[in-house]
């Protein structure tokens, strides 16, 4: 069996003195594909991403880091030329097909399809071509070949082509766009990313809705035939079966880690931190689509309506960096940190301290704020699923979930969270202040049910259903 994505479950550094210190991938891809592999006897196929990643492969046989001493199993890294790496990674997969299905775009301005986008996409092409063919050399006869994600929709096609008989599935992390809005791609690139994703023969998404768009995406854009009682798709003599699973967490592996020494240190240090205000907590990567700029307005606009809580109430933000090669994100990460700032110079006092924003990928001591929060708010404009949603009730049985309306855990958690519009800021600081007044037995009754929800689908089950969805139907 072999796993296929962009990133892979670890990544090196590469220091002056030439050492290289190994670390783990990051996002809900790797955190949920990670504990299943090593479970199995499974390839990981990925890509590298940096220097130190490069230079790791260079040192080991055919790429493959099978003793580098990580937990994961056996890894293949492709060293595929940076600049080609760059043009598929950051121009097409996170600057186009992630800016698509998340609905991203400032139409009036962008997107805008000229010769470099062209050039940029035959390098997408060239890099799913490298991956298509590393994964047919490594497919022993008849293997089960998991593809994932936005940055992979044409190998699936191209390693068809390859090894016609191997079994293939695509997973999608992602949201799908309506038809009206993916048709924004221009016509022969639509066409190709729909068309290399059916190059499988199943191919799975989070929720219904994501499911949907892609069936109607094939109807409206290829003319293909769809049953949506079935989900299937058959273009040009081939059908896809189409899948929907929502990936949840597993929550005793996760309980286990939230309870570790280093977790109850920076619990401790919170406390001191915040005193005995109630908490309100967010934890994302600084992402266009994590909508913490809105989230931010909310908490102010909260903060004007409910004179009351000043000085009992903080918000702890965690806001990762992430993909700071696009200006589009740096720009964010500096729209975000404006707005915590407008935030202190308006209610900051002597002895209240309403915002602290952390800007620093620190993993236990975001366990930690989980732990202690009151509201977990959770408001992207459009997310695959959201991990945080699910995450949160596992770790703090009597926080209250604010939840977009537009995450895919929306579809699952929504009838004990408090649903937002995510444009709507003050609809959103209203729940703020729901959830911060909702009685305590009311809490630990949705709790329930959430964590119930959450830990449904763990990421082994997740998988297992998957591979069976590749058996030959009876
Ligand atoms: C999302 C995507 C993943 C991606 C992750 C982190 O969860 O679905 O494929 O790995 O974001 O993004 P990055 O660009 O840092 O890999």
Redesign the pocket.
């Known amino acids: 069996m072999l796993v296929a ?3 892979g479950p670890v990544s090196f550094t590469l220091s002056e003195d030439g050492a290289l210190t190994m670390r783990r991938g ?5 955190s949920g594909l990670s504990g299943v592999v090593k479970e199995m006897e499974v390839l990981w196929v990925c890509a590298a991403l940096s220097d130190g990643d490069r230079s790791a492969v260079r040192l080991a046989p055919g790429g493959r880091l099978d003793h580098a001493g990580y937990d994961t199993g056996p890894l293949r890294m492709l060293d595929i030329p940076p600049s080609t790496f760059h043009r598929a990674y950051n121009a097409v997969a ?1 600057s186009t097909l992630w800016f698509v299905n998340h609905l991203l775009y400032n139409t009036p301005t962008a997107p805008q399809f000229d010769t470099r986008f062209r050039r940029e996409w035959e390098s997408y092409q060239s890099y799913n071509a490298a991956f298509a063919l590393a994964l047919a050399e490594e497919a022993g006869p008849g293997a089960r070949v998991m593809v994932q ?1 936005y940055h992979l929709t044409l190998a699936p096609s191209m390693l068809r082509g390859e090894r016609p008989d191997v079994r293939i599935s695509h997973f999608s ?2 949201p799908w766009a309506p038809p009206e809005y993916f048709s924004l791609l221009p016509d022969e690139v639509a066409v190709e990313v729909l068309c290399g994703i059916l190059g499988a023969d199943h191919a799975g998404f989070l929720t219904a809705r994501w499911a949907a768009a892609f069936m109607d995406c094939c109807e409206a854009l290829l003319g293909a035939n769809v049953d949506r009682g079935a989900r299937t798709v058959t273009h040009e003599g081939r059908t896809t079966r189409i899948g929907v699973h929502g990936l949840g967490v597993d929550g005793d592996a996760l309980w286990a880690r939230a309870v570790e020494p280093d977790v109850e240190s920076h619990m401790a240090a919170l406390r001191q931190e915040v005193g005995d205000s109630k908490l309100i907590v967010r934890i994302d ?1 600084t992402e266009l689509s994590k909508n913490i700029v809105r989230g931010l307005a909310a908490y102010r606009e909260f903060l004007a309506a409910h004179p009351e809580w000043h000085g009992k109430v903080v918000h702890l933000a965690f806001a990762y960096p ?2 700071h090669d696009l200006p589009e994100y740096r720009e964010y990460t500096a729209a975000v940190q404006r707005c915590a700032k407008e935030i202190e110079d308006e209610y900051a006092t002597e002895d209240w301290d309403p915002l602290i924003l952390n800007v620093n990928d620190d993993y236990p001591r975001s366990l930690a704020a989980y732990r202690l929060a009151d509201v977990l708010l959770v408001n992207p404009i459009r997310d ?1 699923m959201n991990l945080v949603a699910k995450e949160g009730p596992i770790l703090s049985p009597r926080s209250a979930l604010v939840l977009s309306r537009e995450a895919g855990a929306a579809a699952e958690l929504g009838a004990d969270a408090l649903l937002v519009n995510p444009y709507d800021v003050c609809g959103t600081a209203e729940a703020i202040h729901e959830a911060l007044v909702m009685p305590e037995e009311e809490r630990l009754e949705r709790g329930k049910r959430l964590r119930a929800a959450a830990t449904a689908l763990p990421p082994g089950l997740w998988f297992a259903e998957q591979l069976a969805a590749l058996e030959p139907a009876p």
């Open positions: 994505s962009n990133r990051g996002g809900g891809l790797v996170n994600d992390h992602t990567r992430s993909r695959g």
